[in-house]
């Protein structure tokens, strides 16, 4: 079993900056992929940026450039760091893990980007 809390989320101007956690517990020797997904009403979910175990990374083409995933091993944390954000990133921002057999999601953490 894989457990994921993700945190972060907030109310945010459009233009500002917000940084989300994934805090990681429990078997997570055999995880070969992290992502960060996220769903707005009515919208269906998405794949926003994705790390593998060796670090390679991947990103929606909405968000290329303003957001940035990485994790840490050690701590068994991922973070996305998103900036320059918009109010169409509005959304509940979903944490992701994959494995061999099996995949896990956190219970998601709302990004709200308004004036």
């Known amino acids: 079993q894989v457990q994921l809390v993700e945190s972060g989320g907030g109310l945010v101007q459009p233009g500002g900056s917000l940084r989300l956690s994934c805090a990681v517990s429990g078997s997570i020797s055999n995880i070969y992929h992290m992502g960060w997904y996220r769903q707005a009403p009515g919208k269906q979910r998405e794949l926003v940026a994705g790390?593998?175990?060796?670090?390679?990374?991947n990103y929606a083409d909405s968000v290329k450039g303003r957001f940035t995933i990485s994790r840490d091993n050690a701590k068994n944390t991922v973070w996305l760091q998103m900036n320059s954000l918009k109010p169409e990133d509005t959304a509940v921002y979903y944490c992701?893990?994959?494995?061999?057999?099996?995949?896990?999601w956190g219970q998601g953490t709302q990004v709200t980007v308004s004036s």
């Open positions: 790390i593998t175990s060796g670090g390679s990374t």
């Open positions: 992701h893990a994959d494995m061999v057999l099996s995949h896990y």
